[in-house]
């Protein structure tokens, strides 16, 4: 399972250090957040099971969105920019937590945002 | 993931008819009873959950479970000897329920059983 070393994107921007501290902080809160969330639904499947069945429910639940996360949740600086952009998209973050990255990173970020935008509202 | 018509156990005894439908319901009771259980653990284990990693113990704990009882629930004739004999030493079922099933069942059920308490008490 190991990831390849070879930036599938060579143009990734590099990040600074600075850029590094905001892009971990934010991201460490996204995660929190969303894994918050899922707690919270996850304590409300598990307190309305009633048939035997309900538990593999949950369980398969909770399995396809932890690969979810593992998916969505990549902290490789290639990635970081598409990270942000669906996190952005998803409202999950803000622009305004991104602040101080520079613009070679927030211009990516909001272009992905923005084409999620309109591929969910069916415009491409 | 077909399994093999090969029995494994060539031995293994034929079930008639009225001892299948014995097995069938003592098999499905233990089943149910015993992810009843689980269910009520997992209940137990979401309301306890605080910290966001507790989610994903809660995953792994319910993909284990799921594992276990579809190793352990193997409805194949081959194997219903074994599988009764383990649910016997585990106290899920008792030996009145299995009443109906021929002596060459019984036998090697109570067997296992046996010596399962033996190898749990660390006498073999």
Same mark, same amino acid.
């Given at each position: 399972?190991?990831?390849?070393?070879?930036?599938?994107?060579?143009?990734?921007?590099?990040?600074?250090? #600075?850029?590094?501290?905001?892009?971990?902080?934010?991201?460490?809160?996204?995660? =929190?957040?969303? @894994?918050? !969330? $899922?707690?919270?639904?996850?304590?409300?499947?598990?307190?309305?099971?009633?048939?035997?069945?309900?538990?593999?429910?949950?369980?398969?639940?909770?399995?396809?969105?932890?690969?979810?996360?593992?998916?969505?949740?990549?902290?490789?600086? #290639?990635?970081?920019?598409?990270?942000?952009?669906?996190?952005?998209?998803?409202? =999950?973050?803000? @622009?305004? !937590? $991104?602040?101080?990255?520079?613009?070679?990173?927030?211009?990516?970020?909001?272009?992905?945002?923005?084409?999620?935008?309109?591929?969910?509202?069916?415009?491409?």
């Amino acid at each position: 399972m190991s990831r390849s070393d070879v930036s599938e994107f060579p143009q990734a921007p590099t990040w600074s250090k #600075s850029e590094k501290a905001i892009a971990r902080a934010v991201f460490d809160g996204a995660l =929190r957040r969303e @894994v918050l !969330e $899922l707690m919270k639904e996850a304590k409300r499947r598990a307190n309305q099971m009633q048939q035997p069945s309900q538990l593999w429910d949950l369980q398969y639940y909770l399995t396809e969105r932890r690969k979810e996360v593992d998916r969505k949740y990549d902290y490789r600086y #290639s990635q970081l920019t598409n990270v942000f952009g669906r996190l952005l998209y998803e409202k =999950r973050i803000s @622009v305004d !937590e $991104l602040s101080g990255l520079g613009e070679n990173k927030l211009k990516p970020i909001r272009s992905l945002a923005e084409l999620l935008t309109k591929d969910a509202a069916g415009l491409i």
